[in-house]
């Protein structure tokens, strides 16, 4: 029974792990028998790429900058309605990000939206527009990953500072946000590479301009889109890399995980 067990185990777990290994494998395969990227696209490939990394951390660093007091708001307080309200907040993670670029469309052409899109903007069809996506679908990651972070903290650590002298802006600035660092930085790299990530919400309200607001993966889609397929295996190929860099980065760190 526990040989069973362990079989039962071991093949489903090599299994998936096969499944994507094969997945990676064929999309190298069929990289290496196509020619070569030509030297007129590599242009393309460098500003796609760098808009990609300014566009995902200044979303990614916005993101978890409003995460922090919203998540300790919801892991310290009780308060009338917090189950709508957190259930409200988590609505990103689930809710497609096409539909999340729509409701951003549809807002911008309101009143409201409209005088915000005078002032701030212009974010339809502009690299603004990007920042603004990325950061709508992250945001509610940042902000489960921040309140997982925030209720791992003792709040005894909290009430001995209070004795101390502290007062709440003290004790979060000297003793929670320190304890929370670990927490912050992997948050921080999940949703950054998460935005790095996003297609739907970006392309639904920024567009999918060549040399304007193409992103890596608005990048593949216009690959196949005019069948250059050399072109998009490229951008696959950087995005997986980025991808399993920080997730091997977050997994292996000395950093996050010294005690």
């Keep these: ?41 590599l242009r393309e490939i460098s500003f796609a790429v760098k808009l990609s990394l300014i566009t995902s951390t200044i979303a990614s660093f916005f993101a978890v900058l409003i995460s922090v007091p919203v998540a300790y708001l919801f892991s310290r307080h009780t ?11 988590d609505l ?12 951003l469309l549809i807002f911008f052409n309101t009143p409201l939206g409209r ?10 069809f502009e690299v603004k527009g990007i920042i603004l996506a990325q950061f709508l679908v992250v945001v509610g990651l940042s902000i489960r990953l921040l309140k997982a972070t925030f209720e791992g903290i003792d709040v005894e650590y909290e009430n001995l500072a209070r004795i101390l002298g502290y007062d709440k802006m003290r004790v979060f600035f000297k003793v929670v946000l320190p304890m929370a660092g670990k927490g912050l930085i992997a948050a921080f790299l999940l ?11 970006t392309i639904t309200l920024a567009g999918a301009t060549t040399m304007k607001t193409e992103t890596i993966p608005v990048a593949i889609y216009l690959g196949f889109e005019s069948a250059d397929i050399t072109h998009a295996l490229v951008y696959i190929t950087i995005l997986i890399f980025i991808s399993l860099a920080i997730l091997y980065f977050l997994r292996t760190s000395k950093v996050l995980h010294r005690e």
């Design 1 to 41: 029974m526990n040989r069973a067990f362990h079989i039962i185990m071991w093949g489903t777990a090599c299994l998936l792990i096969g499944g994507f290994v094969v997945l990676i494998a064929s999309m190298l395969l069929e990289l290496g028998q196509e020619s070569f990227v030509r030297p007129p696209h």
């Design 79 to 89: 308060f009338f309605g917090k189950n709508f309200f957190d259930t409200l907040l």
């Design 92 to 103: 990103p993670i689930v809710l497609s990000p096409i539909a999340l670029g729509a409701m």
């Design 115 to 124: 005088q915000i899109d005078q002032r701030l903007g212009p974010f339809v």
């Design 191 to 201: 949703v950054w590479a998460r935005a790095i990530g996003e297609f739907g919400a």
